[in-house]
């Protein structure tokens, strides 16, 4: 069983900044890669921004120069740096890890978090 713990979500004005954050605990032997996705209402769930083992990135032109994401391997833990919010950014923000689990570590298994809201509004 793996569980993703994601905080940091809520209400900022355009222009302000957010941080969210994301602890994965449980079956892990090893994470390969963690990164950030939301979905707006009526779009397909994209990619924001995600981080190799490695701590090779890669971002989405829409928020490169604004959002950052770094991990902090030794607690399994990924965190998205928001600045210079835009009303466009407001989504569910969804937490996914790819890891492999201790029964097989053969196999790499993708899990998502529950999603945090991030509202950008004045």
């Known amino acids: 069983q793996v569980r993703l713990v994601e905080s940091g979500g809520g209400l900022v004005q355009p222009g302000g900044s957010l941080r969210l954050s994301c602890a994965a605990s449980g079956s892990i032997f090893s994470i390969d890669g963690m990164g950030w996705y939301r979905q707006a209402p009526g779009k397909q769930r994209e990619l924001v921004a995600a981080i190799t083992s490695g701590g090779t990135t890669n971002y989405a032109d829409s928020v490169k120069g604004r959002f950052t994401i770094s991990r902090d391997n030794g607690k399994n833990t990924v965190y998205l740096q928001m600045n210079s919010l835009k009303p466009e950014d407001t989504a569910v923000y969804y937490c996914?890890?790819?890891?492999?689990?201790?029964?097989?570590?053969?196999?790499?298994?993708?899990?998502w978090g529950q999603g945090t809201q991030v509202t950008v509004s004045s």
């Open positions: 996914n890890v790819r890891f492999r689990p201790f029964v097989d570590v053969t196999r790499v298994d993708d899990y």
